[in-house]
Nanobody
Framework: QVQLVESGGGLVQPGGSLRLSCAAS????????IGWFRQAPGKEREGVSC????????YYADSVKGRFTISRDNAKNTVFLQMNSLKPEDTAVYYC????????????????????WGQGTQVTVSS
């Protein structure tokens, strides 16, 4: 059974850090581009960061550039999202997705490019 499971979310104060993990089971992540998306209440799901299958191409949304870092450990079949200097506006449910395709990693980093999704993990940034 193909499955993606996110973990690492929680409640953190502004300026704090969290590390999200996306673990795959039932398939090997090596061959797939991976994306992190987030959805805040009342808003559309947006692409936060995407990484190519090789890890050589990475895209960050402007809102997180310089604060978030995406990485992949294919040996562990896991992709990570390190989130630093968190802001209240980062509060959302964060989802990972596999299978993206597109001419560039930026073009790929939209919902319709991805076929497999995790269940999401809540991130709340609040004092």
């Amino acid at each position: 059974q193909v499955q993606l499971v996110e973990s690492g979310g929680g409640l953190v104060q502004p300026g704090g850090s969290l590390r999200l993990s996306c673990a795959a089971s039932g398939f090997t992540l090596d061959y797939y581009a991976i994306g992190w998306f987030r959805q805040a209440p009342g808003k559309e799901r947006e692409g936060v960061s995407c990484i190519s299958s090789s890890g050589g191409s990475i895209y960050y949304a402007d809102s997180v550039k310089g604060r978030f870092t995406i990485s992949r450990d294919n040996a562990k079949n896991t992709v990570f999202l390190q989130m630093n200097s968190l802001k209240p506006e980062d509060t959302a449910v964060y989802y990972c997705a596999a299978g993206g395709a597109g001419p560039t990693v930026q073009a790929m980093c939209v919902m319709r490019s991805f076929g497999s999704w995790g269940q999401g993990t809540q991130v709340t940034v609040s004092s």
